[in-house]
């Protein structure tokens, strides 16, 4: 399976983005796609994950009310959508996929993983 991440950019604190994850295979419904983000000189961190069946979201407490994944069945693609950007939420931003997913946060739970997309929120 491959990832394709995309959408990263440049904006300034408030404002939006949305990312968008692209899977080369179909996506099952024991599925969950995910976001995770890293900083330079910081731990990946969890961002969001939606169940591919049934669409049951999660998201990280830093994340919550600001950003919100959903998913197109059709085309197996994850989208982040992420408003009220804040500086510290600059970050190289990867989608990941579980096959089996549990509601885990950690990264270990995810088997493929996306190239990193940048985000950069300027104050």
């Known amino acids: 399976v491959q990832l394709q991440a995309s959408g990263g950019g440049l904006v300034q604190a408030g404002g939006s983005l949305r990312l968008s994850c692209a899977a080369s295979?179909?996506?099952?419904?024991?599925?969950?796609m995910g976001w995770f983000r890293q900083a330079p000189g910081k731990e990946r961190e969890f961002v969001a994950a939606i169940r591919w069946g049934g669409g049951r979201t999660y998201y990280g407490d830093s994340v919550k009310g600001r950003f919100t994944i959903s998913r197109e069945s059709a085309t197996n693609t994850a989208y982040l959508q992420m408003n009220s950007l804040k500086p510290e939420d600059t970050a190289a931003y990867y989608c990941a996929q579980a096959r089996a997913y549990s509601g885990s946060y950690e990264p270990g739970s995810y088997a493929y993983w996306g190239q990193g997309t940048q985000v950069t929120v300027s104050s």
């Open positions: 295979q179909r996506i099952f419904s024991s599925s969950a």
